[in-house]
C-alpha cells in the first residue's frame, strides 16, 4: 500500500507560510501528501495538483442555521477530498463523541469526502491497560453504519503522544495498529481490511518517521508539530519513501 503521510497543521500557518511551504515541498511517487489546512486556506492547497487538501473538521449537517460552522457540501464545492475527523482537540474543547465523529463519518462519505477518523487512548487509559478496550469502543461506535464499498483512513493518535514529544515506540504503536486491522476485518473483510490506510499520529518526526512506518500495518503518519516547515516534513518524506 502507498504511504500516506497528512500534515495537520491546526490553527497555524497563513498564506506566505502556506504558499512557501508548498513551493518547497518534494514530491515523491511512492507517497500521498495530504495536506490539512485551516478553511479560510484550503483552496491554496488545491491549486496545486501534487498533494491533497483535507479539512480538520466539518458539520454533520448539510446546511442549516449554525453560525461558524462549515458544511460538507460547501468542502464538496470546493473539491476538497478529505477531511480529519474525531482529532482529541475537538474531542477534548468541543466535547465530539464517537456518535457525532460516527455522524459525520457518514455525511463525508455520503458526499465522496474520505474522512480521516482519529481515535486513541489516553495516558490514563493506557497505564491502566485499557488501551484496546477503549480502541474498540471507539471503533464499534464510529463503524456501525459505514457500508464495506466506503473509502476512509484510520488514524490511531495516542492522546498521551500529541504535541508531547512522547511518542509511541514502533510496537506500542503495531499492536494498536493490528488490531484495527483486524477489526476491520471481523467488521468486513480481509479485502477492506488489508486495503484501508492505517496512520499513526503522534510526536511523529524525523528521527522515528521510519521506524514506525517499517511496522506490518502502519501505513503512514499523520504529522502536527514536525509538519509545520517544509525542511522537516521533507525529511520525514524522505526517510519513508522507501518503505
Ligand atoms: P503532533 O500532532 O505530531 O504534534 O503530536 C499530531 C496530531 O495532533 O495530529
Known amino acids: 500500500m502507498k504511504i500516506t503521510l497528512a500534515a495537520n497543521w491546526k490553527m497555524n500557518l497563513q498564506q506566505i507560510d502556506i504558499e512557501n511551504f508548498i513551493n518547497e515541498l518534494k514530491h515523491a511517487s511512492s507517497v500521498d501528501i495530504i495536506l490539512a489546512a485551516a478553511f479560510p486556506y484550503l483552496t491554496l ?15 454533520d449537517a448539510e446546511s442549516g442555521a449554525f453560525t461558524g460552522e462549515v458544511s460538507v457540501t460547501m468542502l464538496s464545492d470546493l473539491n476538497i477530498n478529505y477531511c480529519i475527523i ?25 458526499h465522496n469526502i474520505t474522512p480521516i477518523i482519529c481515535i486513541g487512548e489516553n495516558l490514563e487509559e493506557r497505564q491502566s491497560g485499557e488501551t484496546l478496550d477503549i480502541v474498540n469502543r471507539q471503533l464499534s461506535s464510529i463503524f456501525t453504519n459505514i457500508e464495506v464499498q466506503s473509502t476512509f483512513i484510520i488514524a490511531y493518535e495516542p492522546v498521551w ?34 486495503s484501508t490506510s492505517i496512520l499513526y499520529g503522534g510526536s511523529m518526526n524525523e528521527s522515528n518517521a521510519k521506524a514506525l512506518v517499517e511496522q506490518n500495518d502502519i501505513n503512514g503518519g499523520l504529522i502536527g508539530s514536525a509538519s509545520l516547515n517544509a525542511t522537516s516534513f521533507n525529511a520525514i518524506i524522505d526517510s519513508v519513501k522507501d518503505k
Not at 45 to 54: G, L, P, R, S, V
Open 161 to 194: 503522544a500529541i504535541g508531547t514529544g512522547q511518542t509511541a515506540s514502533p510496537e506500542q504503536a503495531q499492536e494498536v495498529h493490528q488490531f484495527i486491522r483486524d477489526f476491520l476485518n471481523k467488521r468486513y473483510n480481509s479485502e477492506k481490511a488489508n
Open 45 to 59: 492547497i488545491n491549486e496545486n495538483d501534487k498533494f491533497h487538501a483535507a479539512a480538520q473538521n466539518v458539520h
Open 86 to 110: 474525531g482529532h482529541s482537540e475537538r474531542r477534548q474543547y468541543f466535547s465530539e463523541n464517537d456518535d457525532l465523529i460516527a455522524k459525520k463519518a457518514e455525511i463525508l462519505i455520503g
